[in-house]
């Protein structure tokens, strides 16, 4: 067990997502909210999406209190065929991990993703 920690093989230099940038849409609340705290809680730089900007920002505020990784609010309407606001902001950021919590048809997702 000394050989590999000596090693440096340990599982959270394995399979840690710190300093990871993750995106996860509708991250404001519920099931989305859920994953986004995970990911600041293991100290990703994570990005949050929805259109309610009003609590997408408190829920940022809410998160980055926690003091482990970062939390940032984009509002965006991310559907097909709807406004672009906030594309602009996502496209700039270099992703690790995309979390589309809020698309329930998978040609909508296909179409996001290759936007990106």
Do not use: W
């Amino acid at each position: 067990m000394a050989a590999v920690a000596r090693s440096g093989l340990s599982i959270a230099k394995l399979f840690g997502v710190a300093g990871k940038k993750v995106l996860v849409t509708g991250g404001g609340r519920g099931i989305g909210e859920m994953i986004a705290r995970t990911y600041v809680e293991n100290g990703c730089d994570v990005y949050i999406s929805s259109r309610s900007a009003e609590a997408l920002e408190k829920k940022a505020s809410e998160l980055n209190a926690l003091g482990l990784g970062t939390c940032t609010a984009i509002p965006a309407d991310l559907s097909i065929g709807k406004s672009s606001r906030g594309h602009g902001a996502l496209s700039a950021v270099a992703l690790d991990i995309l979390i589309l919590k809020d698309f329930p048809q998978l040609e909508q997702c296909t179409r996001f993703c290759l936007k990106f």
